[in-house]
């Protein structure tokens, strides 16, 4: 039996009809076609489906949809302004932070709401913040490196 529910996505609002048993990840990416969050794990170990609900990095695969109700969201679709890559996207392009690409998104959206609330991180609080994202490509030098300089210029704002 599917029930109405409301999503307030990327400050935009959506009513979908889901079953109460669907994760906010199956909604984003089968209901509402928004798939820069990306499926791996199904079990919140790989950090790939992670998205910010009202400030928060959640794993979207752990979390149901109607759950999600009356919370601000925000997915790596929603990140961007105005055609402008988000400063932490750009210092992963910079920094060779994204080589396949399959854990960027999630990686990205962590790092943004670990950023919101430490803007100045040391290298030690990076990588205890990414330390629930798998990543098999850049051995997470770039990573680090790219969250580092992205809190750099987003403190020079």
């Not at 400030?55 to 601000?72: T, Y």
């Not at 302004?81 to 396949?100: D, K, M, N, S």
């Not at 790092?111 to 919101?116: E, I, T």
Request: aromatic residues 4%; hydrophobic residues 40%.
């Amino acid at each position: 039996m599917k029930q109405e529910i409301e999503l307030r996505i990327n400050g935009q609002t959506y009513e979908v009809e889901a079953q109460p048993w669907r994760t906010l990840l199956e909604v984003l990416r089968d209901q509402l076609n928004l798939t820069g969050t990306k499926q791996s794990c199904g079990e919140g170990h790989c950090g790939a489906c992670t998205v910010i609900v009202d400030g928060q990095a959640v794993n979207s695969c752990l979390m149901l949809a109607f759950e999600a109700q009356g919370k601000d969201i925000l997915t790596i679709e929603g990140l961007s302004e105005g055609g402008q890559l988000h400063p932490i996207q750009e210092a992963f392009v910079t920094h060779g932070a994204v080589q396949c690409g399959f854990c960027s998104p999630g990686m990205i959206i962590a790092a943004k709401a670990f950023l919101d609330q430490n803007p100045d991180p040391s290298e030690a609080e990076i990588r205890k913040a990414i330390s629930g994202h798998l990543c098999r490509c850049t051995g997470y030098v770039q990573i680090i490196e790219a969250i580092r300089a992205a809190a750099e210029k987003m403190g020079t704002r």
